[in-house]
C-alpha cells in the first residue's frame, strides 16, 4: 500500500493508441489506465486524473473493479503533462504518471516542475520516445521503461531506500 496522498496520472493523449508491444493487443493508453487504476485502489489516498490536451479527475471507490474503472477513460487528443501536473498537484506525497513521454515540453519546460524537488515523481514511460518530458536520475525524479508485475513495487522500494538507515544504527 501506498502511504500518504498520491497523485496519479494517466497519459490518453492520442500517441498512446499504439500497441503496448508487437505481441500486445492492449493499447498504451488502456495499459496505463489499468495499471494506474490498480495503484490508486492499493494507495491509502489517491486522485486519479486522466490526461491529454486538458485533463479531469477519475471517479473510483475502494474495492472496486479495474475494469469497471477502465470504463471511466476516453481519448482526450494531445498529450499537455506539464498544465496536468500543475492542475492537480495539491501537495501530495508523491506523483505517478504513466505516459509515453510525447508531450508538448518543447514550449511548456520541465513537466514536474510544479511538484517541489522534495516530493517523488515517477513516470514510466510506455513508448520509449527519445526526449523526456521531464529530469530523470536525481534523488526524487525517476523514469521506468515499460511496465511489469514489478512496477507495483518500485515505488515503495525506492521509498524505503530514500529513509533507509545504516544497520547498526536501529
Known amino acids: 500500500m501506498l502511504r500518504g496522498r498520491t497523485l496519479i496520472l494517466v497519459d490518453r493523449s492520442g500517441s498512446m493508441s499504439s500497441p503496448l508491444s508487437d505481441r500486445s493487443e492492449l493499447n498504451r493508453a488502456d495499459a496505463a ?14 486522485d486519479l486524473v486522466k490526461f491529454g490536451t486538458n485533463s479531469a479527475p477519475v471517479t473510483f471507490r475502494c474495492g472496486e473493479s479495474v475494469l469497471k474503472i477502465l470504463d471511466r477513460f476516453g481519448d482526450l487528443g494531445g498529450t499537455d503533462t506539464a498544465e496536468a501536473v500543475r492542475r492537480h498537484y495539491r501537495g501530495h506525497d508523491r506523483v505517478l504518471i504513466v505516459t509515453d513521454e510525447q508531450a508538448w515540453f518543447t514550449y511548456r519546460g520541465d513537466a514536474t516542475e510544479a511538484v517541489p524537488a522534495s516530493v517523488p ?50
Open 33 to 46: 489506465a489499468i495499471f494506474d487504476a490498480a495503484l490508486a485502489l492499493r494507495a491509502a489516498d489517491a
Open 121 to 170: 515523481v515517477c513516470t514510466w514511460n510506455l513508448a520509449g520516445h527519445r526526449v523526456g518530458h521531464a529530469p530523470s536520475g536525481s534523488e526524487n525524479r525517476h523514469t521506468f521503461g515499460g511496465l511489469s508485475d514489478a512496477a507495483f513495487r518500485m515505488v515503495p522500494l525506492l521509498e524505503a531506500g530514500r529513509d533507509a538507515d545504516w544497520p547498526w544504527k536501529r
